[in-house]
């Protein structure tokens, strides 16, 4: 957020060899996934997000920014498919929750067409 991205990366890096708390450990992933997508290396940070979803599957926050990242790398209906299916599943929205079932279904039919 300070502008400093670049030399944000090493200490990033460094922290997550060491013994973080969990906490600690979210942000640090979090931290170097979105850095690593605002510099443009998206590979980067496609496997440090991809990475953080499998440790931590029910933190929510990672699958948005890996949807950013794959939105960037190209792959929108990936990316889109990702953001209505958390939409679904996390929207306290009234309307968004009737819809939900059909949000998750159609999340990933996107460029499907019915006769």
Same mark, same amino acid.
């Given at each position: 957020m300070l502008g400093l991205e670049r030399?944000?990366?090493?200490y990033y890096e460094k922290s997550l060899t060491l013994g973080?708390?969990?906490? =600690?450990?979210v942000g640090a992933l979090l931290g170097?996934?979105?850095?690593?997508?605002?510099?443009?290396?998206?590979?980067?940070? $496609?496997?440090?997000?991809?990475?953080?979803? =499998?440790?931590?599957p029910e933190n929510k926050e990672f699958p948005v920014f890996l949807a950013m990242t794959l939105h960037n790398l190209g792959d929108h209906s990936l990316a889109m498919g990702? /953001?209505? $299916? /958390? /939409?679904?599943?996390?929207?306290?929205?009234?309307?968004?929750?009737?819809?939900s079932k059909a949000i998750?279904?159609?999340?990933? $039919? /996107?460029?499907q067409v019915w006769d």
């Amino acid at each position: 957020m300070l502008g400093l991205e670049r030399e944000a990366v090493p200490y990033y890096e460094k922290s997550l060899t060491l013994g973080l708390s969990t906490e =600690q450990r979210v942000g640090a992933l979090l931290g170097l996934g979105s850095t690593y997508r605002t510099l443009g290396e998206y590979e980067n940070s $496609k496997a440090i997000l991809e990475q953080a979803i =499998q440790e931590y599957p029910e933190n929510k926050e990672f699958p948005v920014f890996l949807a950013m990242t794959l939105h960037n790398l190209g792959d929108h209906s990936l990316a889109m498919g990702m /953001l209505l $299916k /958390l /939409l679904a599943e996390t929207s306290a929205d009234e309307g968004i929750r009737s819809y939900s079932k059909a949000i998750s279904y159609y999340s990933d $039919k /996107l460029g499907q067409v019915w006769d």
